[in-house]
């Protein structure tokens, strides 16, 4: 007589994956939420208009009525030639621009070497004083800070004091930092 050995299969017990997705996309949510991103520096710039359009904003300006600002290879300052500290270049710019508020250009060049770091802090040191100029002058004639002034009066205050950067970059071979 054969025997048969009934063995029952077992069966392996599954893991229960129904609230996995449910699990990964809270630790999702959670991740997201907590961490911290780093934000990139910029700087806002009201880019030139097209070429039909340039030739009537163009702007004719004499030798006496732009303001050179130079950083070399090795990231050193100077304000028509001469060497400044930012501190004096805020100021420098102010009371350059207030001398004269309607034909004023700023020209700032840059060697290829020059680190994006001093670039940079001098291109934010230039839009500091126009800031600071423009608040004085808001305060003085509207009697209030820029921010509470009116569309109107910003515009009014913009037209006043209008940023004109120009940038340059030298020749010499190289990279930046």
Not at 67 to 79: H, K, P, Q
Not at 119 to 126: A, P
């Amino acid at each position: 007589m054969t025997r048969r050995f009934n063995f029952r299969r077992r069966r392996m017990p599954e893991l229960n994956t129904t609230s996995t997705a449910d699990i990964s996309f809270m630790l999702l949510v959670f991740f997201l939420v907590t961490t911290s991103l780093g934000t990139d520096r910029g700087l806002g710039r009201k880019l030139p208009p097209l070429s039909d359009e340039k030739q009537e904003h163009a702007l004719e300006v004499t030798k006496d009525q732009v303001l050179t600002l130079s950083l070399d290879g090795n990231d050193r300052l100077t304000c028509d030639g001469q060497p400044i500290g930012r501190r004096q270049l805020r100021r420098r710019v102010m009371e350059f621009v207030a001398q004269r508020p309607e034909k004023n250009v700023i020209a700032i060049h840059s060697m290829p070497q020059t680190s994006y770091a001093a670039y940079f802090q001098l291109q934010h040191t230039v839009v500091t004083a126009y800031r600071d100029l423009r608040e004085q002058w808001a305060r003085k004639h509207f009697g209030r800070t820029l921010s509470d002034c009116s569309d109107e009066e910003r515009e009014a205050v913009a037209k006043r004091f209008p940023q004109r950067i120009a940038d340059t970059v030298g020749t010499e071979k190289g990279g930046g930092k």
